[in-house]
Nanobody, 126 residues
Framework: QVQLVESGGGLVQAGGSLRLSCAAS????????MGWFRQGPGKEREFVAA????????YYADSVKGRFTISRDNAKNTVYLQMNSLKPEDTAVYYC???????????????????WGQGTQVTGSS
């Protein structure tokens, strides 16, 4: 099993940047595909980005493609989400997630094997 803790959220003006971190505990971190989801106020949770266990494959939601970058450092048991050109519509609680594969993360909002972090608030002010 893996346990996840997000950090790095905050309030940034539109057009600004923010970097989220997700620290994982446990020795099996490198065996998991990792992803980021978000849930805005009054909205359903949505997929943002995913990365394979090796870091060799990534996938992004169309809404963030070209602006957000997911990466991982298995030696540090950490996955990152670099967010650039933030927009007010990016405002949400961002959740780190671990699952069996990048495909599972990208195609299923929830799954029986999903492990979630507690979430961190990101606000893009206008």
């Amino acid at each position: 099993q893996v346990q996840l803790v997000e950090s790095g959220g905050g309030l940034v003006q539109a057009g600004g940047s923010l970097r989220l971190s997700c620290a994982a505990s446990g020795r099996t971190f490198s065996s998991y595909a990792m992803g980021w989801f978000r849930q805005g106020p009054g909205k359903e949770r949505e997929f943002v980005a995913a990365i394979s266990w090796s870091g060799g494959s990534t996938y992004y939601a169309d809404s963030v493609k070209g602006r957000f970058t997911i990466s991982r450092d298995n030696a540090k048991n950490t996955v990152y989400l670099q967010m650039n050109s933030l927009k007010p519509e990016d405002t949400a609680v961002y959740y780190c997630a671990a699952d069996q594969s990048r495909i599972t993360l990208a195609t299923m909002i929830y799954s029986p094997s999903r492990v979630w972090g507690q979430g961190t608030q990101v606000t893009g002010s206008s």
